[in-house]
Nanobody
């Protein structure tokens, strides 16, 4: 059993920066690709970014590419999402998730993930 806990969300203004963290406890994520998803009210869950299990490869949704950076520190069992130049349309609950099969690449399909955190709210508003 793996427990994931996100933190770092908050209320910010357009153009601001936030850094989200996803810490894993009672289990490991070091052998698994990880990803961030987000879900806004009334909308489907949306893939945001993924990182390979070793952290050598990253992938981004077109809507955040160039503004968001995903990274991981396997020694700390933690994945990060740095978000810059935030826009009101980035407002959502952000969730981290672990790819089900170890030593495979990240996936954009949420069905490929077996453990999810509870999420952290990010609100971008002036």
């Amino acid at each position: 059993q793996v427990q994931l806990a996100e933190s770092g969300g908050g209320l910010v203004q357009p153009g601001d920066f936030l850094r989200l963290s996803c810490a894993a406890s009672s289990g490991t994520i070091n052998q698994n690709a990880m990803a961030w998803f987000r879900q806004a009210p009334g909308k489907e869950r949306e893939y945001v970014a993924g990182t390979s299990w070793g952290g050598m490869t990253q992938d981004y949704a077109w809507s955040v590419k160039g503004r968001f950076t995903i990274s991981r520190d396997n020694a700390k069992n933690t994945v990060y999402l740095e978000m810059s130049n935030l826009k009101p349309e980035d407002t959502a609950v952000y969730l981290c998730a672990r790819v089900r099969t170890p030593y495979t690449d990240f996936r954009r399909d949420s069905d490929e993930y077996d453990y999810w955190g509870q999420g952290t709210q990010v609100t971008v508003s002036s």
